[in-house]
């Protein structure tokens, strides 16, 4: 299946864009990808941290050559991407990024509240080891001595993850990470210096909760955490129309292109 026949002057752009981001090695993995995942991981990465923007076009062949795989893992990436909603295939017109929808965002808050509240609830009841507590702070060090949002991005995945490995739902987990795909877009572009600031606290107080024991509390800290996308998602979409639908047809606000690039300024 082709999914489009001429390669995109976006995609091509993009491609180029997204190098230092793509190469840079992948948080380090349980077991080996296979070419799917990792080309589906690699697009995800470069379509959250808004290089890859809404409309863009994204060919099989480019993407091939582009990972050094052939086509099948590719279509099967694309798979991926599409029920993490990420891409949308349309006929006659290829396999585009998506724009953000808000509906979707507040569906994945809500799916994430219902299992990381159990995920410390779970851990409090049980009462944490002092290595996990540990561990968490550890974390948080990490966390504190970052500067750069989409490392950082990384470092709260890791934490959350490390909290559902605690509470034995590491699966729970990872049925989050494809709901929440489309959050991750706003909450990567949310990760301005003093919003860290804000989130690590709100880490800190999860752990404080998990340290005591306290149920009530870690469950509190981690619904105020998690009740921050809501906070954040207004003034995203005010900053960054271009990325969210704005009409009827489903198509979102788009600034002009750089003719030169091909690529928003």
């Known amino acids: 299946m082709e999914v489009y026949s001429k390669p995109s002057t976006a995609m091509t752009a993009a491609a180029h864009k997204t ?11 349980a077991a080996p990808q296979s070419e799917a995942a990792r080309v589906a991981a690699a697009l995800r990465r470069a379509i959250v941290r808004c290089e890859l923007e809404p409309g863009d076009l994204l060919s ?16 099967e990436a694309f798979i ?29 808050r809500f799916v994430r509240d219902a299992v990381e509240v159990e995920v410390v609830r779970r851990i409090a009841e ?19 001595a970052c500067e750069d949002a989409s ?12 909290l559902a490995r605690m509470a034995d739902a590491a699966e729970a987990w ?9 959050m991750d877009r706003v909450r990567y572009l949310s990760m301005e210096e003093f919003h860290r600031r804000k989130l690590i606290g709100q880490h800190s107080a ?42 009827l047809s489903g198509r ?9 690039n091909g690529r928003t300024p």
């Open 19 to 29: 190098a230092s981001a793509t190469d840079e090695p992948a948080p380090v993995e």
């Open 60 to 75: 099989e062949a480019d993407v091939s050559r582009r990972y050094g795989v052939s086509r099948q893992p590719v279509r």
């Open 80 to 108: 991926r991407l599409v029920v993490a909603q990420l891409v949308e295939v349309r006929p006659k017109s290829g396999t585009r990024v998506r724009p953000i929808e808000v509906d979707v965002i507040h569906t994945a």
């Open 126 to 144: 049980r009462g944490p080891t002092r290595e996990e507590i540990a561990e968490l702070k550890g974390m948080i060090a990490d966390q504190k």
């Open 151 to 162: 490392r950082f991005l990384d470092l709260d995945e890791a934490f959350h993850r490390a």
């Open 174 to 182: 990872a049925m989050i990470d494809t709901v929440k795909a489309q």
């Open 206 to 247: 999860i752990i404080t909760g998990l340290g005591k024991g306290d149920a009530d509390q870690a469950v509190a800290a981690m619904r105020t955490h998690l009740s921050e996308i809501v906070r954040s998602l207004t003034v995203i979409e005010e900053r960054h129309p271009q990325l969210f639908i704005q009409d």
């Open 252 to 260: 979102p606000k788009r600034r002009p292109r750089n003719p030169s």
